[in-house]
C-alpha cells in the first residue's frame, strides 16, 4: 500500500512538472484565440523562449530574469504574427506556421554563434528555477517524509505555482474587468465593439502579444525547470497540445487548465511506466498524442469558438 501511495506521488509530482508549460501556452492562446486572432505560432514561441530562458539565465545567473527574457522572446514574435495578421491582415493560419519555422530556426541560428553548437550549455543546479517547498517535510514520518506521498506531490518547481495563480489571475481579469469585456466582444461581434468605441486593433494587438509573452513563459519552465538547457527538439509537439487543451477547454482559462492537467497527468504516466518496462519506449511516448488526437475527435466539434476568430477586422470607413 505504501508503495501504492509513493508510486501515485510520484505520478503527480511529474504531472506538476509537465503541466506549466502547456498551460502557461494555453492561457496565451486563450488570449489570443478569444481576442479573435488564430495563433498556431505558439510552439515557435515557445521554443524561442526555451532558448531565450536558458541564455538569460547563463548570462544572468538568475532564473527569474532569464524566465521574463523568455517571455520578452516569445512577445517579440507575438508582436510579428499581430502585425502580419492585424495590420497587414495575412492568413493567420499561414503566419502562425511562419512563425513555427522562423522562431526554431532563429534560435538554432542564435545557438550556433554563441555555442557553436545546435544545443546551450547546461544551467547549472544553483540556477535552476527553485522548489518553493524544497525539505518543507524533511524529518516528518509516514505519507509526510521525505520521498512520501506529499513530499512528491509538492516538492515541484516554482513555475507550476505561478502557472497555476495565472488561471486564476486571467479568469479574473476576462470574467470581472472591463479589459476582458472588451477581449470577449473583439472576439465575438469586432464590428459591434467598434461602434461603442472599443479599439479592436489595440485590443487584438495586446491580447497577441501576450500569447507570445506567456508561450515564451512555457517554453522556459521547460528549460529552466525540467531539462535545464536548450536543445532543437525539447518543444516539439507541446504548442499544438496546449492549442488543443484551448479547443478542449471550450477557450476558457479553468477549461484550459483542466486540458493541461490531463494531458500532463499523461505525461506523468508515460514517464511512470517508460522506466523499467518492456513496452517499447517509442510506443509509450505516443500516449499524450494518442490522447490529444482523441480528445480533439470528441470536443472539437462542440467547442464553441469565438464568432470572430480568424477573421481579419477591417475598421469601417
Known sequence: MDELIKNLGLILNTTLMYTPPLLFAALGSVFSERSGVVNIGIEGMMTIGAFA??????LTSNPWLGFLIAGLAGGIFGLLHAFATITCKADQTISGTAINFLAPGFAIFLCRVLYDST????????HKMPRFLKGLFQ????IFRKGGFLDNVFNTYATAYL???LVAVVWFVFYKTKFGL???????????????GINVIRIRYICVILSGVLAGFGGASVTLATVSQFRPSVITGQGFIAIAAVIFGKFKPQGAMLACILFGFCNGVKVFV??????SPHLISMIPYVVTIIVLILFVGKSHVPAANGKPYEKAR
Do not use: M, N, Q
Open 182 to 196: 472588451r477581449i470577449r466582444a473583439v472576439g465575438e461581434h469586432p464590428k459591434a465593439a467598434d461602434t461603442l
Open 53 to 58: 530562458g536558458v541564455v538569460g539565465t547563463l
Open 274 to 279: 517508460g522506466s523499467g518496462s518492456a513496452v
Open 119 to 126: 544545443e546551450t550549455h547546461s544551467v547549472d543546479l544553483a
Open 139 to 142: 524529518g516528518t514520518e509516514g
Open 163 to 165: 502557472a497555476f495563480i
